[in-house]
């Protein structure tokens, strides 16, 4: 096939081989020979397994379920055009008509993975359009466009029929599957509302900005690199304030999944992210909760299972340290205090998982899912709202002078959201620990509810390891994970969810440690130092009385 | 246009420095460090003044017979120090003014973004190319 279709003698598969190839397969899967007349007949459409995790997400950007990456040749991408297609023949790929309709119903985890895939991108202009030259992939910054589009015209007319007959049949999950995914700097709908949702655990207020250590803490859990936390935020904060508003925000949001999907960031924010542009966007309502479990599907089991026992480790390690401490704090505090412990550990953990972590987009697609249970959470829980004022409490303990409460109080109010969306009162059992949720299998919408159930043995795990984390690691700033740990006495089902949050998204800290906890470490290493100079001054006290006493 | 670009930190170190790839580039290095001498002396000798009145751009810092090199401060003591080749008499002070403004403004947006600790190494790509269009074109 790979032949007839001339991707052998081009080099690549081009939109117009790909399609010529896929109207191959489902000719050979007719029966028919293969060959180039065998395109001519009206065929039904080829049908393809879908394909599991481990290619995809050795590629990054997964389109659909099926082997099949629908990839416009590209100085990035060919390789992985060369290996699809192998793949594509040996499994059956979906024709790209196909695609977009499986993939709602095969699973959200085909969105998850796909968010920016290119092939993904032409299943949904056939989607789309459902006419002629559907299958345009748009690069806005690749410049990809589909200039075979118009070649291959013919073809896709024949397959957009097939196609539209298969989208009548599929299900309406409808938005999500027909939009415009060519592109993959463009928002699908269902990224958008994700979007949203992780913007409303942060700042309830959709009008409202979210202010520049808000968004770096939370951006921060992606595990990207900052470096390219920090070219991801310059070309998102169009007007440079230092705050996101929702547009930039889900401009941002869309830059750091893409670079976490494989794709290199633009050198300029590309249109579709614009915030004109995406202001002009509806914002839906958040309800697609299924959509976005979906999102932490892909993920690979194995992947998030091993990180997730990693997290879990830590996370029971510094739960310890913290449960003895701070009881007097209040539920707000702790959870504040939770999550900035939960956060602080994380670039320890950061440390400790570096090492063990594999592909950084293994980590980046881990991550994800955590995020999104994140926001998944939160929209279960968003009658929780009104649980945790966001009033920061004054955090009696340590030392931590400013530095701390405003480490706290940024980081509780980031919690507090997550809190408030990831966490059920009381009871452990409400509270849907992200990392279970990634780690669990592929689910649908129906995931959401086992998540709820898991949380109690797994908050416990993980609290627990993060205790032990923050033990274990820092030896050179003992007195800084003392602090935290102390300011975090939180019971564990509390305290697991907010570090499984924490944890779970920044799992393995990017060979950049340093500059990531660095501000957290400057604030903790000032309350140490403070702590310090205290403990030397009675200590100078004490031996100068010592040395009266001598003479 | 400019040949060498250098932006100090308060406690003098570089943040960020850049100078056109032919050139002997420590010599350019060498050069601001100097500069700083003269920097702060310049700034010293308004320090009586408030720091509202204190000019940003200080102007020459000194010649020779090569270049020419520009000095400007930020108010959180962040020095701007730019060489210009002295055969490039074409460049009026007020040009030099308003590059030292845009650097400022490229500056200040660096300062927005969150993930940019005060006292890092400049690492952002729009600020390298704002430098960029400032710095002579090598051909």
Same mark, same amino acid.
């Given at each position: 096939?790979?032949?007839?279709?001339?991707?052998?003698?081009?080099?690549?598969?081009?939109?117009?081989?790909?399609?010529?190839?896929?109207?191959?397969?489902?000719?050979?899967?007719?029966?028919?020979?293969?060959?180039?007349?065998?395109?001519?007949?009206?065929?039904?459409?080829?049908?393809?397994?879908?394909?599991?995790?481990?290619?995809?997400?050795?590629?990054?950007?997964?389109?659909?379920?099926?082997?099949?990456?629908?990839?416009?040749?590209?100085?990035?991408?060919?390789?992985?055009?060369?290996?699809?297609? $192998?793949?594509?023949?040996?499994?059956?790929?979906?024709?790209?008509?196909?695609?977009?309709?499986?993939?709602?119903?095969?699973?959200?985890?085909?969105?998850?993975?796909?968010?920016?895939?290119?092939?993904?991108?032409?299943?949904?202009?056939?989607?789309?359009?459902?006419?002629?030259?559907?299958?345009?992939?748009?690069?806005?910054?690749?410049?990809?466009?589909?200039?075979?589009?118009?070649?291959?015209?013919?073809?896709?007319?024949?397959?957009?029929?097939?196609?539209?007959?298969?989208?009548?049949?599929?299900?309406?999950?409808?938005?999500?599957?027909?939009?415009?995914? $060519?592109?993959?700097?463009?928002?699908?709908?269902?990224?958008?509302?994700?979007?949203?949702?992780?913007?409303?655990?942060?700042?309830?207020?959709?009008?409202?900005?979210?202010?520049?250590?808000?968004?770096?803490?939370?951006?921060?859990?992606?595990?990207?690199?900052?470096?390219?936390?920090?070219?991801?935020?310059?070309?998102?904060?169009?007007?440079?304030?230092?705050?996101?508003?929702?547009?930039?925000?889900?401009?941002?949001?869309?830059?750091?999944?893409?670079?976490?999907?494989?794709?290199?960031?633009?050198?300029?924010?590309?249109?579709?992210?614009?915030?004109?542009?995406?202001?002009?966007?509806?914002?839906?309502?958040?309800?697609?909760?299924?959509?976005?479990?979906?999102?932490?599907?892909?993920?690979?089991?194995?992947?998030?299972?091993?990180?997730?026992?990693?997290?879990?480790?830590?996370?029971?390690?510094?739960?310890?340290?913290?449960?003895?401490?701070?009881?007097?704090?209040?539920?707000?505090?702790?959870?504040?205090?939770?999550?900035?412990?939960?956060?602080?550990?994380?670039?320890?953990?950061?440390?400790?998982?570096?090492?063990?972590?594999?592909?950084?987009?293994?980590?980046?697609?881990?991550?994800?899912?955590?995020?999104?249970?994140?926001?998944?959470?939160?929209?279960?829980?968003?009658?929780?709202?009104?649980?945790?004022?966001?009033?920061?409490?004054?955090?009696?303990?340590?030392?931590?002078?400013?530095?701390?409460?405003?480490?706290?109080?940024?980081?509780?109010?980031?919690?507090?959201?997550?809190?408030?969306?990831?966490?059920?009162?009381?009871?452990?059992?409400?509270?849907?620990?992200?990392?279970?949720?990634?780690?669990?299998?592929?689910?649908?919408?129906?995931?959401?509810?086992?998540?709820?159930?898991?949380?109690?043995?797994?908050?416990?795990?993980?609290?627990?390891?993060?205790?032990?984390?923050?033990?274990?690691?820092?030896?050179?700033?003992?007195?800084?994970?003392?602090?935290?740990?102390?300011?975090?006495?939180?019971?564990?089902?509390?305290?697991?969810?907010?570090?499984?949050?924490?944890?779970?998204?920044?799992?393995?800290?990017?060979?950049?440690?340093?500059?990531?906890?660095?501000?957290?470490?400057?604030?903790?290493?000032?309350?140490?130092?403070?702590?310090?100079?205290?403990?030397?001054?009675?200590?100078?006290?004490?031996?100068?009385?010592?040395?009266?006493?001598?003479? | 246009?400019?040949?060498?670009?250098?932006?100090?930190?308060?406690?003098?170190?570089?943040?960020?420095?850049?100078?056109?790839?032919?050139?002997?580039?420590?010599?350019?290095?060498?050069?601001?460090?100097?500069?700083?001498?003269?920097? $702060?002396?310049?700034?010293?000798?308004?320090?009586?003044?408030?720091?509202?009145?204190?000019?940003?751009?200080?102007?020459?810092?000194?010649?020779?017979?090569?270049?020419?090199?520009?000095?400007?401060?930020?108010?959180?003591?962040?020095?701007?120090?730019?060489?210009? $080749?002295?055969?490039?008499?074409?460049?009026?002070?007020?040009?030099?003014?308003?590059?030292?403004?845009?650097?400022?403004?490229?500056?200040?947006?660096?300062?927005?973004?969150?993930?940019?600790?005060?006292?890092?190494?400049?690492?952002?790509?729009?600020?390298?190319?704002?430098?960029?269009?400032?710095?002579?074109?090598?051909?």
């Amino acid at each position: 096939i790979t032949e007839v279709c001339g991707a052998k003698r081009v080099g690549c598969f081009g939109p117009a081989q790909f399609y010529i190839a896929l109207k191959l397969i489902a000719a050979a899967q007719s029966g028919l020979p293969v060959r180039i007349e065998s395109i001519k007949n009206e065929l039904p459409l080829p049908r393809f397994m879908a394909m599991k995790n481990d290619s995809e997400i050795r590629y990054g950007n997964p389109t659909e379920p099926h082997g099949v990456k629908f990839q416009v040749p590209h100085a990035t991408l060919e390789k992985n055009s060369y290996k699809r297609t $192998d793949e594509g023949d040996k499994q059956e790929p979906k024709s790209p008509p196909m695609s977009p309709i499986c993939s709602p119903p095969a699973s959200p985890s085909s969105y998850q993975r796909t968010h920016l895939s290119y092939g993904y991108g032409k299943s949904r202009n056939g989607l789309e359009q459902q006419h002629g030259a559907p299958y345009e992939v748009r690069h806005s910054t690749h410049q990809q466009d589909g200039p075979a589009s118009g070649n291959y015209g013919a073809k896709s007319t024949r397959a957009c029929s097939t196609l539209n007959r298969s989208l009548s049949v599929e299900r309406e999950a409808p938005d999500s599957s027909a939009h415009y995914a $060519d592109d993959p700097w463009r928002i699908t709908e269902e990224q958008r509302d994700y979007y949203v949702n992780q913007f409303l655990s942060l700042q309830p207020d959709l009008n409202a900005f979210i202010s520049g250590s808000v968004a770096k803490n939370f951006f921060t859990k992606s595990k990207l690199p900052i470096p390219e936390l920090s070219h991801i935020w310059e070309l998102s904060d169009v007007d440079c304030d230092g705050a996101l508003t929702l547009a930039e925000f889900c401009a941002a949001f869309h830059l750091v999944v893409a670079r976490k999907n494989g794709y290199q960031l633009p050198e300029t924010l590309p249109e579709t992210l614009l915030p004109d542009y995406l202001q002009a966007a509806s914002l839906k309502p958040i309800h697609d909760c299924a959509l976005f479990d979906s999102f932490s599907e892909p993920l690979p089991g194995s992947q998030q299972t091993r990180d997730f026992n990693r997290l879990e480790k830590t996370s029971a390690e510094e739960v310890p340290d913290n449960s003895g401490l701070i009881k007097d704090a209040s539920k707000d505090d702790k959870q504040v205090l939770k999550t900035s412990i939960a956060i602080k550990p994380i670039p320890k953990e950061f440390q400790h998982l570096t090492v063990k972590t594999v592909a950084q987009e293994s980590i980046a697609l881990r991550a994800r899912p955590r995020s999104r249970s994140y926001s998944s959470t939160s929209i279960e829980d968003a009658m929780k709202k009104g649980e945790e004022p966001p009033t920061p409490p004054p955090r009696p303990q340590k030392s931590h002078s400013r530095a701390s409460s405003l480490d706290l109080n940024k980081i509780f109010q980031q919690n507090a959201q997550a809190a408030r969306s990831g966490w059920l009162p009381p009871p452990p059992p409400a509270l849907p620990p992200r990392p279970s949720v990634t780690q669990t299998e592929q689910a649908s919408e129906v995931e959401l509810h086992p998540q709820m159930t898991r949380p109690p043995s797994q908050a416990e795990e993980n609290s627990s390891a993060k205790k032990e984390v923050v033990l274990t690691q820092l030896p050179s700033k003992p007195v800084r994970r003392k602090f935290r740990t102390e300011t975090q006495a939180l019971e564990n089902p509390e305290l697991s969810p907010t570090i499984n949050v924490t944890s779970s998204l920044p799992a393995v800290k990017p060979h950049l440690p340093v500059q990531k906890q660095s501000s957290k470490q400057k604030r903790a290493i000032q309350t140490a130092i403070r702590k310090n100079k205290e403990a030397n001054a009675v200590l100078a006290r004490l031996n100068s009385e010592l040395q009266q006493q001598l003479k | 246009m400019a040949v060498c670009i250098a932006v100090i930190a308060k406690e003098n170190y570089p943040l960020y420095i850049r100078s056109i790839p032919t050139e002997n580039e420590l010599k350019f290095h060498y050069t601001v460090h100097t500069s700083l001498d003269v920097v $702060d002396e310049k700034i010293s000798a308004m320090g009586k003044a408030l720091v509202d009145q204190r000019e940003l751009y200080l102007g020459l810092l000194y010649p020779t017979e090569d270049y020419k090199v520009y000095g400007y401060v930020t108010n959180s003591k962040v020095k701007f120090v730019m060489v210009v $080749d002295s055969s490039n008499t074409a460049l009026r002070d007020n040009e030099i003014r308003s590059m030292f403004r845009k650097l400022h403004n490229s500056y200040t947006d660096i300062m927005c973004n969150p993930f940019y600790n005060p006292g890092d190494r400049i690492h952002s790509r729009a600020f390298d190319n704002t430098v960029t269009s400032m710095m002579m074109q090598v051909c």
